[in-house]
T-cell receptor, first 116, second 114 residues
């Protein structure tokens, strides 16, 4: 597609349930990033992929969060046993490649997650 | 540690006014990259500009201009003759060489009134 796409656009879940968020990067982009945007914390980096490898997972807030990328394209962010503090907008971005910070990251529309 | 400060939380102007959004950054690296993104009410972050630390030349793109000053660690953004469609939250961000992570400021909400 022309831009980064994310699904679902909105997700409401109950505390304790698992959720999966999906990101489809711009065609040809090898690097993929996940961020979280919440009122209290602003925009926070979670993890990035170069190809199918995740060299930097430093932003994942707990071991309930995991992400994978297969085929160098689509990525899934999984949150297990969701908590109310996980409520946020989860943003995905992609860039041509990971090159030490200089590449522009292009963002998708986000998934708004609400944990009741 | 890297940090980006956008001291202006909200700004409100009347259409056709000029407005400057401030961004101050902190980094110990000599090589780094600065970005501005726009987030309209629809929610998607839209890329506006990228500068590297070795290029202090100011840039103009239509009604938008950016003033990068290493001496004051600032990368300010000016909109000339603002329009209602400029209403959005604007984020300044920094990445250090070797890190793929973007560190964002808290954002400045700009409202342009007709």
């Amino acid at each position: 597609g022309a831009g980064v796409s994310q699904s679902p656009s909105n997700k409401v879940t109950e505390k304790g349930k698992d959720v999966e968020l999906r990101c489809d990067p711009i065609s040809g982009h090898t690097a993929l990033y996940w961020y979280r945007q919440s009122l209290g914390q602003g925009l926070e980096f979670l993890i990035y992929f170069q190809g199918n490898s995740a060299p930097d997972k430093s932003g994942l807030p707990s071991d309930r969060f995991s992400a994978e990328r297969t085929g160098g394209s689509v990525s899934t962010l999984t949150i297990q046993r969701t908590q109310q503090e996980d409520s946020a907008v989860y943003l995905c971005a992609s860039s041509l490649y990971a090159s030490g910070g200089q590449e522009t990251q292009y963002f998708g529309p986000g998934t708004r997650l609400l944990v009741l | 540690a890297q940090k980006v400060t956008q001291a202006q939380t909200e700004i409100s102007v009347v259409e056709k006014e000029d407005v400057t959004l401030d961004c101050v950054y902190e980094t110990r690296d000599t090589t780094y990259y600065l970005f501005w993104y726009k987030q309209p009410p629809s929610g998607e972050l839209v890329f506006l500009i990228r500068r590297n630390s070795f290029d202090e030349q100011n840039e103009i793109s239509g009604r938008y201009s950016w003033n990068f000053q290493k001496s004051t660690s600032s990368f300010n953004f000016t909109i000339t003759a603002s329009q209602v469609v400029d209403s959005a939250v604007y984020f300044c961000a920094l990445s250090e060489y070797g890190s793929e992570k973007l560190v964002f400021g808290k954002g400045t909400k700009l409202t342009v009134n007709p």
